[in-house]
């Protein structure tokens, strides 16, 4: 087995606009989010973004919290967990559809989406064999023809949903 990834990882496999668009998305409404996920965003904000010339980085223009967040996102483990914990929710309404595909592609799914309690042990790697970013999304649009996630939107639940990053398994289970 490999050894674990930190949360912060995920930036290898994810584009930067792709970035900066998850951070704006977790930022536009926190009234959708859980009482526990909006409380744990709000303090995480608070605490570790730092905007110039704004004690409260929530009350700073979007784009400048936004371009604060990103610089964290990408070097900071734990910040990586609050704000994608808060992304998922925002796509959870396609989680059993998901599910299904993940299943029919032979990922082993977690009975609940991972917590990743420790965020510098957070992502394994490894697909199933032959499986990519491409065949899930043409799975996906097959099961349900209505989704509207984007391909990098499936591909990221699907990476948070699994608790691995994309590349071929080692053969040693």
Do not use: C
């Not at 371009?67 to 309404?93: C, G, H, N, S």
């Amino acid at each position: 087995m490999s050894e674990l990834k930190p949360l912060h990882a995920i930036n290898v496999f994810i584009e930067p606009w792709f970035r900066e668009e998850i951070i704006e998305n977790v930022l536009a409404d926190f009234s959708v989010y859980s009482d526990d996920s909006r409380k744990e965003l709000v303090e995480t904000l608070k605490s570790e973004v730092k905007v110039h010339g704004f004690r409260n980085p929530l009350t700073a223009p979007k784009r400048l919290l936004v371009r604060e967040a990103d610089k964290l996102f990408e070097t900071d483990p734990r910040f990586v967990k609050v704000i994608l914990a808060a992304w998922v929710q925002l796509y959870d309404k396609n989680s059993k559809a998901i599910d299904k595909v993940l299943e029919s592609l032979k990922f082993d799914l977690p009975e609940t989406l991972p917590v990743y309690e420790d965020p510098i042990n957070g992502f394994a790697e490894g697909w199933p064999a032959g499986v990519d970013y491409a065949a899930v999304v043409k799975a996906m649009r097959k099961v349900d023809e209505t989704n509207e996630m984007t391909d990098d939107q499936i591909a990221l639940y699907t990476i948070l949903r699994t608790g691995f990053l994309p590349g071929e398994r080692d053969e040693e289970e």
